[in-house]
């Protein structure tokens, strides 16, 4: 048996201060030689928006190789945390919200692939009040913003593979650091009264609307600071569309939820939503409920004028190609598409689908595009997200927690970096 394991950490600095790391915490039984993290990463500083990476020398008959770190930026703050070097060797992504004193806190973020990678990177805000450090006067229009395509869609029955999108629930979604959830709902008639229920299609969600709007509220209560975009849109019903509205109109003028919605695309303004759920209307046509974006191009990219806001949409998502490889391509050209025509207009709305799905010539669910080393959430990071800034819009990712040390974050951070 080899003596020992080939691995690599790196630990990314992603904020605007120089930052001193201390090591402690190792055994020498973990470790083959002098590549560990208490002898090439002590007393070592990292600039902002640098990095470091090492060789770390894993002793092959140890079950694990623990360390601590502790960072000491050049404000006085500080955080600790402790990890296995052995996690190279698995499949992570996901992060943490670290206390320090700052008050807006930092995210630490943790992605390995299995492939002797550890990588850590360090943001300079909470993933679940990352609104909180914006300044009231910014539009939300000018906003990059994390969000989800069908984020009820959790349930496949008999689509094989169709109908699901998320992963998460509408909480768990908001608690990572999405704010836009597209969202689409059904009229149903009842003799207990008429209501919402959630479908992918013809595809029955575990959600209504109630629940929806729960979910979202008991956030907000949690975490004033955030807004949360709603985008709603009917959605396997066949409901005439003022009537729908009307149905909508009864959830909005309800009493335990009126406090919460927006309704106002006039002034769009952080400081006036925050607390606030700000509704997308793709249901009726109507200037003053909500974002109006009812004049919606299926299966396009387009750009439309509601009189009041410039939406600019890149939701392409029946691609037609043979392979994977070229279906993914086919998708990716399209959110090239978008950050070069749409992603750097300020003061409009800019959204762009991740999301895509084949049924011929080609099979592929909305997972298989999704995920994955190469797939378009993975693509989306590497091409866009990580190496450029200053742009804004929406980007709405489906399974939104395979790629998330990656990609949420990073269209967080730019609000940061501009």
């Not at 992603?14 to 470790?31: E, P, Q, Y």
């Not at 750097?344 to 895509?356: G, I, M, P, R, T």
């Not at 298989?368 to 990712?397: C, M, P």
Request: glycine share 4%; net charge negative; proline share 3%.
């Amino acid at each position: 048996m080899a003596s020992s394991r080939e691995s690599h950490l790196e630990i990314q600095n992603k904020t605007s201060l120089t930052m001193t790391i201390k090591v402690d915490g190792t055994d020498n039984f973990d470790w083959d030689g002098d590549s560990r993290p208490d002898q090439n990463f002590n007393n070592v500083s990292i600039g902002p928006n640098s990095s470091k990476r090492e060789r770390e020398e894993l002793n092959a008959n140890a079950n694990s190789a623990w360390f601590n770190m502790h960072i000491t930026f050049e404000n006085g703050d500080q955080l600790t945390f402790r990890n296995d070097q052995y996690d190279a060797f698995k499949d992570y992504h996901r992060y943490y919200d670290m206390d320090s004193n700052n008050k807006t806190g930092y995210l630490l973020c943790q992605a390995t692939s299995d492939d002797g990678e550890n990588v850590f990177t360090i943001f300079p805000f909470y993933i679940k009040e990352w609104m909180k450090i914006i300044s009231d006067d910014v539009s939300l229009l000018n906003l990059s913003i994390p969000g989800t395509h069908e984020s009820c869609a959790l349930d496949n029955l008999y689509s094989f593979g169709y109908a699901k999108c998320q992963d998460w629930k509408i909480k768990d979604q908001l608690t990572h650091g999405v704010r836009y959830l597209d969202i689409r709902g059904a009229a149903v008639k009842s003799d207990k009264g008429d209501y919402i229920t959630i479908k992918h299609t013809i595809i029955p969600q575990p959600y209504d609307f109630d629940e929806v709007l729960k979910e979202i509220i008991d956030f907000l209560n949690s975490h004033p600071t955030e807004t949360v975009l709603l985008q709603l849109k009917q959605e396997s019903s066949d409901w005439d569309k003022e009537d729908y509205a009307k149905l909508v109109n009864s959830y909005i003028n309800n009493e335990h939820y009126k406090p919460y919605f927006y309704l106002n695309q006039y002034n769009l303004r952080l400081g006036d939503v925050r607390g606030k759920i700000v509704l997308v209307n793709r249901y009726y046509n109507d200037p003053n409920c909500g974002i109006n974006v009812y004049d919606w191009s299926n299966n396009k990219c387009f750009s439309k004028n509601n009189g009041v806001i410039v939406y600019n949409i890149q939701d392409v998502y029946n691609v037609s190609e043979s392979s994977y490889e070229n279906a993914r391509d086919e998708k990716m050209e399209y959110v090239n598409k978008f950050f070069k025509d749409y992603a750097y207009k300020h003061d409009q709305l800019n959204l762009c689908f991740c999301s895509a799905m084949a049924t011929t010539p080609l099979f592929a669910t909305p997972k298989e595009f999704a995920t994955g080393h190469d797939g378009i959430n993975e693509r989306t990071y590497r091409q866009h997200l990580q190496s450029k800034t200053g742009w804004n819009g929406v980007i709405l990712f489906d399974f939104v927690d395979s790629e998330v040390s990656v990609t949420v974050p990073y269209v967080i951070n730019n609000n940061f970096i501009k």
